[in-house]
């Protein structure tokens, strides 16, 4: 099993701002890596389906989810090979268990289409 480990959760107020990071060098460096697979972030709050939050290939290039209204920020790495999510003006909203995943072989926000996952980073965001 290839792995991706997410890093950089925590609890903020309403408001504030997290990083959070995605180490995929082993994912990348896996001869069997489809160099064209996209990589993703998705969350899941209590009670409720996991979500696509911005997804991107190599290039570097990002598709982000309506919902956010420009307040995330999807940045790859190709030197260290890690895929930040840096999210701005948090809202209570927000909180959820965050995903990285890859191995998507479209340009999308569907979970279905990645194979594989990381176990996830929690954010918690207090009013």
């Known amino acids: 099993q290839v792995n991706l480990v997410e890093s950089g959760g925590g609890s903020v107020q309403a408001g504030g701002s997290l990083t959070l990071s995605c180490e995929a060098s082993?994912?990348?460096?896996?001869?069997?890596?489809?160099?064209?697979?996209?990589l993703a972030w998705f969350r899941q709050a209590p009670g409720k389906g996991r979500e696509g939050v911005a997804v991107?290939?190599?290039?570097?290039?990002?598709t982000y989810a309506k919902f956010l209204k420009g307040r995330f920020t999807l940045t790859w790495d190709p030197v260290k090979n890690t895929l930040d999510l840096q999210m701005t003006n948090l809202q209570p909203e927000d909180t959820a268990m965050y995903y990285c995943?890859?191995?998507?072989?479209?340009?999308?926000?569907?979970?279905?289409?990645?194979?594989?996952w990381g176990l996830g980073t929690q954010v918690t965001v207090s009013s």
């Open positions: 991107t290939d190599r290039s570097g290039l990002a």
């Open positions: 082993e994912y990348i460096n896996n001869r069997h890596t489809n160099p064209r697979a996209y």
């Open positions: 995943a890859a191995g998507g072989v479209t340009r999308t926000l569907d979970a279905r289409f990645f194979t594989i």
